[in-house]
T-cell receptor
Framework: NAGVTQTPKFQVLKTGQSMTLQCAQD?????MSWYRQDPGMGLRLIHY???????DQGEVPNGYNVSRSTTEDFPLRLLSAAPSQTSVYFC??????????????FGPGTRLTVT | AQSVTQLGSHVSVSEGALVLLRCNYS??????LFWYVQYPNQGLQLLLK??????LVKGINGFEAEFKKSETSFHLTKPSAHMSDAAEYFC??????????FGAGTRLFVKA
């Protein structure tokens, strides 16, 4: 199993540009989420999904969109990039059954710089 | 509401010394608690978890943590630090709904 994969690893955008961060998992996990990591702030939840076709907002959703058309993929779209979105972005997944221990599996991250 | 507080954004120990990373939590439901480790330029990986079984939980790489309900704590320890333990460590708690709440992280430095 590849686990959780993310592309690209690095990206530089100009203010106002849009882009999509890709995330895929091959563990058949129903629950997927996007976090951003900023120094001293831990991980903050952007959006999450509990299954194909179902998404919801997290703590810091403004400026981001998501969709979940398949169990495997959960892309994150930046609509109009701003310098405040410079961060490291992590995708994570876990199973969500009644026996779930809530353990999450993380991708390697995407480092995004907005100039 | 659930929350996590990690005491100390940076901890420095000498190689071979005890590692103690502190975590206190708040939870309105029986907590599931986690410690994750993040090595430089990598994603997070699970070190250990508490899910209402034994209060002393052993994880990978010689780490362990003890759940203390009376103190609402879940501190992470390792008897003898190794240079390879240098990383950032995150405490986390099961949140409401489907979410996990993360602490701000503690960066561990290990001196030779």
């Amino acid at each position: 199993n590849a686990g959780v994969t993310q592309t690209p690893k690095f990206q530089v955008l100009k203010t106002g540009q849009s882009m999509t961060l890709q995330c895929a998992q091959d563990m058949n996990h129903e629950y997927m989420s996007w976090y951003r990591q900023d120094p001293g702030m831990g991980l903050r939840l952007i959006h999450y999904s509990v299954g194909a076709g179902i998404t919801d907002q997290g703590e810091v959703p403004n400026g981001y969109n998501v969709s979940r058309s398949t169990t495997e993929d959960f892309p994150l779209r930046l609509l109009s990039a701003a310098p405040s979105q410079t961060s490291v972005y992590f995708c994570a997944s876990r199973n969500s059954g009644q026996r779930s221990s809530y353990e999450q599996y993380f991708g390697p991250g995407t480092r995004l710089t907005v100039t | 509401a659930q929350s996590v507080t990690q005491l100390g954004s940076h901890v420095s120990v000498s190689e071979g010394a005890l590692v103690l990373l502190r975590c206190n939590y708040s939870s309105s439901v029986p907590p599931y608690l986690f410690w994750y480790v993040q090595y430089p330029n990598q994603g997070l990986q699970l070190l250990l978890k508490y899910t209402s079984a034994a209060t002393l939980v052993k994880g990978i790489n010689g780490f362990e943590a003890e759940f203390k309900k009376s103190e609402t704590s879940f501190h992470l320890t390792k008897p003898s630090a190794h240079m390879s333990d240098a990383a950032e460590y995150f405490c986390a708690v099961r949140g409401g709904g489907f979410k996990t709440i993360f602490g701000a992280g503690t960066r561990l430095f290990v001196k030779a």
